[in-house]
């Protein structure tokens, strides 16, 4: 098999990323123990981060190292694909404009994932998403289908492994086997075994066959074909698929959902950048959509019956009572009529019968006793036993609590305070906390105001999925269930530059006025707001029970108005008038924390700040949207390696001066930027843009132009900068889009233009069509 440099590149990069974001763990093949195969386990949160951490939204990876520092992909799973509403490329309408037929559904298999892939031109590799050898139940039990299937249609493993290793395939599979495992839905006889429902190419781009391929290849070797079928248009999809949810059925069998298939289509010549999928144009793309009814109804009957056999099981030989207690079970759970009906039900079962569930939380017996509370309650629906205070409509709330999802700057304090003025919420901020393990004291804050107040505002930045996860689970015992609403600011819109911007300037104009976060000298803040930046894990629609969006360039005013109106429409509270509104904005304009953080004393070695190593623009821009514009750009193949390989500059910046430089203007340049980075409120300057640059190794856009926009502070000192800048050092400004790997230092870039302006045949370049011009502030930068 061919070295494939791109495979080896991506298994580099993995190997470089912190152990928190991705975990390997490397396992000698069962086939040949001689060999050592490297599983990558992505961290599952993270694959909803825009732009993703990962340099691969692969789902299952497994590579081995064939000679030193050279590695191939030996197993691939599909990029990770997310439900409709997920993120901001799966909606319909985006979807709609960024897609093209056909569209290919197929039933989304419930069972557990099984990769076969060629370890060598004759022994196979079998794992599941993650791992493999002989410990492996789920990958042991997927060989033993691909046995008999191989012993079947007269087949050796060689035979198999010789037709995957020539192609570099990847067979993905579903095990579904309820006399190994059972999951939510039933298996027959006739469709117990390893379902085929794809094959990938061992490839660092996503690349999977077509579905006739799939099925001929499944036809040949044995598999069980999965269930599909294909539509035209994205209208058709949505149409077919609403019907089958009014039933959670497809042919009169229950289902999980479809995985749709399909490619990403021309860009649109006006688009969100929100609705843009992470892929070129021509690339495959997967999503899925899952009904609740009755796939979601199922598992929550398996889960509240795990929960009452561990109830059950940590009371034993305690007392009389064997622990079980409906009023102890989630309430999310219990919205269902039939749910409460079962888990009256299966109580009585579990006492009257303790061995059929003797195996339940092995995942053994629970299709039978679902099926057999089935079968009574279409007889004659079982009443629920009463639950006190539990919700008697499906979507009926008790309390609420209001969280806000931002990062500091945002004004959800602000905000918070106004809201608790006009409508008299309970409101308790995290900041006001000031001990080490703050976390527990909040969310204990929290649920005591619930006990006095229908609505409760946790303000907190709540930027992280544990922070809501913590909210869910801290308020779970209240009967009805509680609602949370999310005043969501989401950032995929803007360039981080953006945000930082209009953050930091909100931080630094209310100054001392805070609890913690102040601005100093040495602009630590501006470190803390990147940190939230950077960090922040998109809010998921299924994390709370509404969602408000807020948008982060609202002044005070608007941005109060939109929250109060949530309310109104959220909570059913009555229209405050203007007059209310207006003092609750004046309420939280005179705001004062009634305690402060004491300031960190001074390290010893200063003020703990790194000396900035150079001084660099730092534009508003994101380099994947403005260059995903350029149409000439699609057939460029570096342009192209950088997307795939996700190597495009997520923060870019232009340099103006580096401590290594030589010129004789240094010393000045260095002192003019010092004094522009210091200033409570820098200058903001507008960039004009002109081509992007390349050759094999490094790609850039140049600089044309610098014009100040406005002045940060009295005096003339953006003016002064900008007057400064000599010819030389506007030949030479740049922004660093990428570089090929990750042994090419972005320096490079900087010769590349200068070598370019000089003689324009050195390079490959496209001129930006009309006048690109973004906006940007003077940084000192350590990295």
Known sequence: MAFDPDASSLIKELGSKDRKLVRPTTYKAPADPSMSITSWKMNEHKYYVVPSPFPTLARGLFSTEQKEGQFRIVARGYDKFFNIGEL???????????????????????????????????????????????????????????????????RAEADLAAVLWKNNWTAVSELCDDSFEEHVLAYPPELTGLHLHGINENTRAFKTLPQAQVDAFAEEWGFIKTASMELPNIKAVREFTDECGKTGSWNGQPIEGFVVRTHVGPRPAQSDRRSEPPYPPGSTLFFKIKYDEPYMMYRDWRELTKMLLTMRDSRMGKGKSDGMDISKLPKQRLRREETKAYAAWVVDEIRRDPDAFAQYNNNKGMIAIRERFLAQYKAKPTKAAPVQGLAQQKNEFGKTVIVPIAIPGCGKTMISL???????????????????????????NVVNLLEKHDVVIADKNNHLTSHRQALRDATAKFNPPVRLVALNWAFDKYAPATVHRICSDRVQTRGENHQSLRPDVAKNHEEVLWMFITQSEPLAPAEVDEIVDMELEDGLEVAVQRAVDACVRII??????????????????????????????????G?????????????????NAMLGGVEKLSAVRMWQNLKEKQRVNARPHITIVHQKDDKTDKDALWTRCRELHAMPKPPLFRLK??????????????????????????????????????????????????????????????ALVGQWRQKPASAES???DGEVVVLGRIKGLVM
């Open 418 to 444: 106004a809201l608790s003025h006009i409508f008299g919420f309970g409101h308790t901020q995290s900041d006001d906390v000031h001990v080490k393990k703050a976390a527990p004291i909040f969310l204990k």
């Open 689 to 750: 843009l002109g081509s992007v640059v390349w050759d094999d190794r490094v790609m850039a856009v140049t600089v044309e132009d610098v014009e100040l926009v406005e002045e940060g502070g009295e005096g003339q000192k953006g003016a002064e900068f900008v007057a400064g800048l000599t010819t030389e050092l506007k030949q030479r400004l740049h922004i660093t889009v990428g570089t090929k790997d990750s042994n090419i230092p972005p320096v490079e870039a900087r």
């Open 88 to 154: 901001g490329w799966v909606t319909w309408a985006a979807l709609e404009a960024h897609t093209a037929g056909p569209y290919t559904l197929s039933l989304k298999s419930n069972g557990c994932i099984i990769f076969i892939a060629a370890l060598s031109p004759e022994k196979l590799l079998i794992t599941s998403k993650h791992s493999l050898g002989p410990t492996n139940g789920h990958a042991v039990t997927g060989e033993a289908w691909l046995r008999k299937y191989l012993e079947k249609k007269g």
């Open 607 to 623: 003020d703990g700040a790194r000396p900035p190593r150079y001084y660099a623009l730092l534009p508003e821009i994101s380099l």
């Open 766 to 768: 496209i001129q930006l």
């Open 572 to 605: 059913g509270l009555p229209q405050p008038s203007e007059e209310a509104v207006r003092k609750g904005i004046e309420y939280a304009r005179g705001y004062i924390p009634s305690a402060k953080k004491p300031d960190a004393p001074p390290s010893k070695k």
